[in-house]
Structure formats: C-alpha cells, structure tokens
C-alpha cells in the first residue's frame, strides 16, 4: 500500500491490517507511512496488536493450482496442514483451520518529510503529501540496497498489480534528518514492552492467544517541523500467501505534545 496525506493535527491514528494480492510470492513485509506536523517537543509512538475477525469473503491462494482459504476444512480425523487448528473438536464433525497469527515490525523510522521526498525521487515516486522533490542520490531502485528500496518505495517487477519490494533492509537516512530509528537490542532503555518483545532487530507484538500486546517510544521533535513516520511489518506465520484467521492488525498511534521532563 502506498498512500499517505499530510496531517495537520498533532495525533495519528491507524490501523493496518495485511492484504494479500494475487501475486505468486508475497512481499516479505508491507509497509504504511503517514506525514505529521509536529506541535510539541515531545512525541510518542505506541504500537499495539490486536486480534481482528476472520474475512468474510474468501480468499483466492495465489499460486497456480490454489482453492480459496475457505476450502482448508477439517475434522478430529482430518488434521489442519501447516500447524493450524482445527475449529471444530466434537466428534465427527467437520469446521475450517483457523491459525492465530503475530505481528512483527521489522523496522520503523522517523524521519524530517524532506529527507523521505527527496528519497522518493529517486524511485521516480511523488508520495502523496509530497512536493515535487529531486532525488538525494541515495540511490534507485536498481541498486538492491538503496534507500528507495529498503523504504519499500520501488515498484516490484515480479507483481505488476501494485507489489512493492519490501524486506527487512534498513536505509542509511542522513543523522540530522533522523528522529527516531527502529530498535536495536532487546534491553533498549527507550521501548516500554507489554507482551511485546524485541528479538534482534525485530519488534514482536506476540500473545496469538491473548488479545493486545503493546510497545512505546518516546522521542524529541521540533515544534512545526513537518515529519514522516515509516513502518514496515508482517505477520507471522503467512501461510500459502494468504490471510490467517483470526488475524492480527496494528495499530499505530502517534502524538505530539509538550515535553514530559518540562523546558
């Protein structure tokens, strides 16, 4: 998904839930970014995941060959393939696989508005939010490690219905344009975790069976400076390249507001 608009207010609110296309291969992660203004010296990012309900219409497996999601039945003699649960348990009954899923994010950034446009040029992207801007020369999308790539803003050639490349690759962003940069250990001071846990480089909102799992940043901006926050994610397991059920989404909070510790 690529889409975005400028917000004026200082609280952003959403929530992202993964779709499948019909694309053979998946992206590794998906991505969402959304523009702020700051209006505080002080912002707060929180992530939480939360179950959602299993999808009403059913889904087509993306591969050649496939059935729909709604075909994966079972029974107590009829085990669910790729570790799923069967719903139904009583004695000669029958009832679909149903798999609970996680959430993880595999990188997450903050960065000035600028920085992230000028990155878009260089895939030959104008984001909307974004003036038209020149490329910062960060690299294109042909370089496998450019900037536009690892922020998923390259088209994927594999996927002409709109895929985007996305994968666990980090960008190198500039430190002064850099506000808030993902997580790097799991003792890091600056992330409060509640069934949440940080596993190398990835943030993991686990709990399949509870309903939330919460983690939060706390960060400095300067008041009026226009920022972009950047998230990329998946959710684990993806089996057959289709959604589980019941899912996950995240959902992403972030506000602006005066600093805590005072002037």
């Not at 959430?103 to 960065?111: A, D, F, H, P, T």
């Not at 250990?185 to 943030?203: C, E, F, K, M, R």
């Not at 706390?218 to 226009?226: D, K």
Request: hydrophobic share 35%; with cysteine.
């Amino acid at each position: 998904m690529l889409a975005g608009s400028t917000v004026e207010a200082q609280t952003v609110d959403k929530r992202l839930t993964r779709s499948f296309n019909e694309c053979q291969f998946p992206a590794q992660y998906v991505f969402d970014y959304s523009f702020f203004t700051a209006t505080g010296t002080e912002a707060v990012l929180t992530f939480n995941r939360t179950h959602t309900a299993c999808s009403q219409v059913c889904q087509p497996i993306p591969f050649p060959g496939g059935t729909t999601s709604c075909d994966q039945g079972c029974s107590p003699t009829i085990p669910c393939p790729n570790g799923w649960i069967c719903s139904c348990s009583a004695p000669f009954c029958f009832g679909q696989c149903v798999a609970g899923v996680d959430v993880n994010v595999g990188y997450v950034v903050v960065l000035k508005s600028s920085r992230f446009c000028a990155i878009a040029a260089c895939a030959s992207q104008n984001p909307i939010g974004c003036p038209p801007s020149t490329c910062d020369g960060s690299g294109i999308c042909s370089d496998a490690t450019s900037n536009a790539e690892s922020l998923c803003l390259c088209p994927d050639p594999a996927c002409p219905i709109g895929q985007r490349i996305c994968n666990s690759e980090r960008p190198t962003i500039p430190p002064a344009d850099l506000v808030s940069e993902a997580f790097d250990s799991a003792s890091n001071p600056a992330w409060v975790l509640g069934l949440a846990t940080i596993s190398g480089n990835v943030l993991r909102l686990n709990g399949t069976s509870t309903p939330t799992s919460l983690a939060q940043v706390r960060f400095p901006t300067q008041p009026g400076q226009e920022y972009v926050v950047v998230v990329k994610w998946t959710s684990s397991p993806i089996v057959s390249g289709f959604q589980s059920c019941p899912d996950a989404s995240l959902l992403l909070s972030l506000e602006t507001r005066p600093g805590s510790c005072g002037p």
